[in-house]
Structure formats: C-alpha cells, structure tokens
C-alpha cells in the first residue's frame, strides 16, 4: 500500500476544463498528476465525450479513479457506468464521485471484463493508489510481454453481453476501454453489445499484434470505422471508432 497515499487520503484539488470545475482526491504524486495533466494527458479523449448527446449512456471500462467519468457525467449530463475491479481504486473512484455530487449520475461497477464469466486471477503491477497497469485472467502486460505481478488476488469477472443479459442496466451509446492489454478479450465478449454502440474509444499497442488485429476485427464485426489514431507513445495509441451515418 501507498502509505504516504493513505496518510493524505482526505488531500483534494479542483480542476477545471472546458468551463466544468471539479474536485478529485489526490493522496499520492499518482493522483496528483492525473488532475493536474487533466486537459493535457488525452484530449482526444475530451474530444470524444465533448461529442456525445447528454441523454448518453457511456460505459467506462477500466475507469480507474474516474477522471473521465466525472468529466462526462458533471460537463454534459452523461449516464455513466464505471468498471473498475481494483482494490485500491474503487475508494478513491467512490470518493470522486461522491465530492462531485454525481452519485446519481455514475454506478460503479466492482467487477473485471473478458470474454468470459467466472472468477480468475487479478494481476496488478502496484498497489499504490490510482494505480494502473494491471491484467485479469491472462498473465502479459499491455505490450504482450510477461506480466510482472506485485499484487494479485482471485475475483469474479464477465463479459459486456452478460452485464446486458442478467442485469438488464442500461445499454451504451459509448464505451471507453483502457485496460492495459486484455482490450480484445473484453471487444471478444461483447459481439452483442457493440452491435448497438455509436462510438468507441480504446487504447491499443499496435506492437501487440494480437491485441490489434484481434480487436480491429471484432470491431469492424460490430460495423463500426475506425476514424483516427490519437495520441500515443511508440505504438501505443487511442482509437477512436465510430459507426459511420449514426
């Protein structure tokens, strides 16, 4: 644990952007930096919520400590269902939402994604505070290369088709996905879901060929376009898809 993190667990800092100000709990350096990088780090990803109806479902998958949740739900009114299967996330997710007043607008969704449902190992590579880097199920990191666990701990997982099956929640218009390699396993379990999606928008290593091509298609399956690569270091990059006409 992020002992320095945990001492300063009440430490929080506004942060405005495109005129919607809001409050994020920042405990360790980790925190501080994705508010403080907030307008910075993806504004593609801005971009992609600043387009979206504000009767829109979005499902935020691998939402971390909910900056981008926070940011459509509080800016355009978005309904907003975050997956987040991290112990030391979901306090500060809950809290964030919770400062923001978003309670009603934002569900948390403890559980992991894949392809299919039943419990498997969740491996992480920290466990500090809004952490990331972690892989449920299969035991490579975001690159395709041997995970390297710090933290690992056994917990139950599903697929986007089960979510809509058995409990009947509300089906996505939009669907982020950055889960730090296992991206194809979860577009794998949601053929069904992604047929009635508008937009998606996930990060992908194109070095990770199984990742990328695996992905691609089960997207294209789904009839939607890829409409532009954003951002990126080497050949790790947002894509942003869409389904061309909607």
Request: with cysteine.
């Amino acid at each position: 644990m992020d002992e320095i993190g945990r001492s300063h667990i009440e430490c929080n800092k506004e942060v405005s952007h495109g005129g919607c100000s809001m409050i994020f709990s920042t405990p360790n350096s980790l925190t501080r930096y994705r508010a403080e990088s907030f307008s910075t780090k993806e504004p593609e990803t801005l971009q992609w919520i600043d387009k979206m109806p504000s009767d829109s479902v979005l499902w935020d998958i691998g939402a971390n400590v909910g900056i981008y949740s926070i940011y459509a739900a509080k800016r355009h009114g978005i309904s907003v269902m975050a997956f987040e299967p991290s112990v030391f996330n979901l306090e500060l997710l809950a809290r964030n939402i919770f400062l923001n007043n978003l309670e009603n607008d934002i569900t948390i969704f403890p559980v992991a994604l894949s392809d299919e449902a039943g419990p498997s190992i969740f491996r992480m590579s920290s466990t500090a505070l809004g952490g990331a880097l972690s892989t449920f199920g299969q035991d490579f990191d975001q690159k395709g290369n041997k995970f390297n666990t710090r933290f690992n701990y056994h917990t139950m997982g599903v697929t986007m088709d089960d979510i809509l099956r058995v409990w009947k929640i509300s089906a996505p218009r939009f669907i982020k996905i950055d889960v730090d390699g296992i991206e194809h396993f979860i577009l794998r379990g949601g053929g069904e879901t992604l047929k009635g999606v508008q937009s998606v928008m996930i990060e992908i290593d194109d070095d990770f060929s199984d990742q990328a091509e695996e992905s691609a298609r089960y997207l294209r399956e789904a009839g939607l376009t890829l409409l532009r690569k954003c951002g990126g270091g080497g050949a790790q990059f947002n894509q942003w898809w869409t389904r061309m006409g909607s």
